[in-house]
């Protein structure tokens, strides 16, 4: 193990989600890893699961936050037979694709009830709270989203034009796009521990 005994922990969406691939990014960062990301994690469940995993052996820990409009839940009924994702939350717009009788119930709440304005005012909440629990450890914040105009972290690293340029299968990226970003997260990493 590289870094000495630091031990980073990593929580997130599918952008730092295990893919069973040798190349991503967080593979290639030369630390012990505790990866607890899941693929279509929403806010929420990225504040539940560091909440669970953040301890004293924890040296430094990374954040991939979502789209602010995933929705919670425990139990994805489009996705229940599928190993990686049964657990996921509901992107908006993915569920209306689908055509399913969850799309039209989709559809309904989109139209009768959905208001952006505190969606993102939620989103924004657990964000802060997800800087209060960390605010103790050395801490990255990353997205493979825009997050211009959704909340401002210190420390933040985007990954959204790798997203733009190198859209790939594992964590989103290609090769190159992962080892982009395994490159810059080491840097930040090494500015904090300095």
Same mark, same amino acid.
């Given at each position: ?94 569920? #209306?694709? +689908? ?5 039209? &119930?989709?559809?309904?709440? %989109? $139209? =009768?009830?959905? @208001? ?33 105009? #959704?909340? +401002? ?5 985007? &990954?959204?034009?790798?997203? %733009? $340029? =190198?859209?790939? @299968? ?25």
């Amino acid at each position: 193990m590289s870094g000495g005994q630091d031990r980073i922990l990593i929580a997130g969406d599918s952008f730092s989600s295990d893919f069973n691939s040798s190349y991503e990014w967080w593979k290639k960062i030369p630390y012990q890893i505790i990866n607890v990301s899941q693929p279509g994690s929403s806010e929420f469940k990225i504040l539940k699961s560091l909440e669970t995993n953040l301890n004293n052996n924890i040296s430094i820990v990374i954040i991939f936050h979502t789209n602010f409009n995933r929705i919670y839940t425990e139990k994805n009924l489009l996705h229940i037979e599928s190993n990686s994702h049964k657990k996921s939350c509901y992107v908006i717009a993915d569920v #209306i694709d +689908k055509k399913t009788e969850i799309s039209t &119930a989709m559809s309904y709440y %989109i $139209k =009768y009830f959905y @208001n952006e304005k505190f969606v993102l005012w939620t989103h924004k909440k657990i964000c802060s709270e997800i800087e209060n629990i960390t605010n103790e450890f050395l801490t990255i914040h990353c997205s493979g989203f825009d997050y211009t105009n #959704i909340y +401002k972290f210190n420390n933040f690293i985007s &990954a959204n034009d790798l997203f %733009i $340029k =190198y859209k790939g @299968n594992t964590c989103h990226l290609t090769e190159h796009g992962n080892q982009l970003l395994a490159d810059r997260i080491c840097q930040h990493i090494k500015k904090l521990l300095v």
